[in-house]
């Protein structure tokens, strides 16, 4: 589907010069003198978000206490936010380094291609998280035979290929687009709905099949994660012992507090009608889902985590001990 034209906008493209080019204007565009210090925070954060993910990613796939569906979720989870930063920060850091602010069309298409298959899939990986947790805590006896190698790994492929395969459809309605007037993206990546504001072809098509998908998307694993998450907190609740309360719901609080950054971040910006003072927020928000949640997704689990905490004390000291 990518690459046809059909006559219709070869037709459009003749008589209308076409915007090869983007300017993405960034977080703060009026105040230039604050670009190095932002270059200095973005470049800090980006190294904690790939340090962080990938020594859980090291330690899920090293330590063998951790080789349970839990963690291989979280390692999954982590794989994926390394390449969901490397979507939009890398690019921003450029930018603001060498305040080159021009992206190409195709480029500009391309990172939300990433940036938005990448989102989707993280939406289900953490439905699947939170169905993990509620097996655990709710079922906890049927749990084992339940969440099985195979089932999880059907789970995070089923991610993986829903979130990219409905993102391929809504590129590919993007990709048919032709643009032709102004070319400012008052943002710092190129999401969708900035794009088609400057699209001079019919964006009728793009912004239903966007509404339908996007929601699919989003919805589903949505509600699978608010469900199972009810159901956790009305059965710890029924727990007599304060102890094992506290246990019990130890393991999913991180998780809770993820999600709700995650989805709260993505309510505001994407549902919430955008007034006067909101727009000027807008860019804010969007901030922590894309770039803040991917930060402290390994910072709370491993922070709040004692089987975390103790696979890195054993990976260090195995460390050491053979260097020393
Ligand atoms: C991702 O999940 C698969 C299937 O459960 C598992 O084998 C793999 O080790 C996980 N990857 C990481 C990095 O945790």
């Known amino acids: 589907m990518l690459g046809t034209t059909s006559p219709w906008q070869l037709q459009n493209r003749t008589n209308q010069t076409t915007i090869a080019n983007f300017i993405l204007l960034g977080l703060v565009d009026h105040y230039p003198e604050l670009q190095p210090l932002l270059f200095l925070a973005f470049l800090a954060i980006y190294f904690i978000t790939m340090a962080g993910n990938l020594l859980l990613v090291v330690l899920v796939l090293a330590d063998l206490h951790l080789h349970t569906p839990m963690y291989f979720f979280l390692g999954n989870l982590s794989c994926l936010e390394i390449c969901y930063t490397s979507t939009i ?43 993990d947790r509620y097996l655990a805590i709710c079922k906890p006896l049927r749990y084992t035979s339940l969440m099985n190698g195979r089932l999880c790994l059907w789970l995070i492929c089923g991610s993986w290929i829903s979130g990219f395969l409905s993102n391929t459809i809504i590129t590919s ?63 710890v609740l029924q727990i007599k012992s304060k102890v094992a309360q506290q246990k019990a719901f130890s393991t999913c609080s991180s998780h809770l507090i993820v999600v709700s950054l995650f989805y709260g971040s993505i309510f505001l910006v994407y549902i919430v009608p955008e007034t006067e003072t909101l727009k000027r927020l807008h860019k804010m928000f969007s901030l922590f889902y894309t770039i803040l949640t991917p930060m402290l997704n390994p910072l709370i689990y491993s922070l709040r985590n004692r089987e975390v905490k103790e696979a890195l004390f054993r990976s260090v000291r195995k460390f050491s001990s053979r260097i020393l």
Not at 102 to 112: D, E, K, L, T, V
Not at 182 to 200: G, Q, Y
Request: charged share 10%; glycine share 4%; net charge negative.
């Open 89 to 131: 920060l890398p690019r921003m850091l450029f930018s603001l380094l060498t305040g080159e602010r021009s992206i190409s069309a195709n480029g500009c298409i391309a990172q939300y291609y990433f940036f938005g298959s990448l989102a989707s899939t993280e939406c289900y990986l953490l439905a699947v998280m939170s169905y």
């Open 173 to 235: 309605l993007e990709f048919q687009l032709s643009f032709c007037g102004p070319n400012e993206i008052d943002h710092f990546f190129c999401d969708l709905a900035p794009v088609l504001k400057l699209s001079c072809s019919d964006t009728h098509v793009v912004e239903l099949a966007t509404l339908i998908l996007a929601s699919m998307d989003t919805i589903p694993p949505f509600l699978l994660t608010l469900i199972s998450y009810v159901c956790i907190i009305s059965t």
